[in-house]
């Protein structure tokens, strides 16, 4: 099992930066991929950026140029650093793992409980 915490939301104004962190715990050894997915009021959620074993990324189109994502494995944790934040970002982001485990390598995925960002003036 992995246990994912979202800390690091709060209330910006646009143009501003924050920093999202997710502490992992548990079967970490079991994680290939981590990443961020957002769901605004009255929107499917969507995948904002994502980081594998290896250190490929992958960014939503939107957000490409102004979020980094990044692991650090000696903590267990994956930041999401926002810069240039714009009201169209305001969402609840939720951390997500991908594992693997098992003979026939079955695929779970974790959800952390989400954290709000929102960005107004």
């Known amino acids: 099992q992995v246990q994912l915490v979202e800390s690091g939301g709060g209330l910006v104004q646009p143009g501003g930066s924050l920093r999202l962190s997710c502490a992992a715990s548990?079967?970490?050894?079991?994680?290939?991929?981590i990443g961020w997915y957002r769901q605004a009021p009255g929107k499917q959620r969507e995948l904002v950026a994502r980081?594998?074993?290896?250190?490929?990324?992958n960014y939503s189109d939107s957000v490409k140029g102004r979020f980094t994502i990044s692991r650090d494995y000696e903590k267990s944790t994956v930041y999401l650093q926002m810069n240039s934040l714009k009201p169209e970002d305001t969402a609840v982001y939720y951390c997500h793992a991908e594992a693997v485990a098992g003979w026939e390598a079955q695929e779970y995925d974790y959800w952390g409980q989400g954290v709000q960002v929102s960005v107004s003036s």
């Open positions: 980081i594998v074993d290896g250190g490929s990324t």
């Open positions: 548990g079967s970490i050894e079991s994680i290939n991929a």
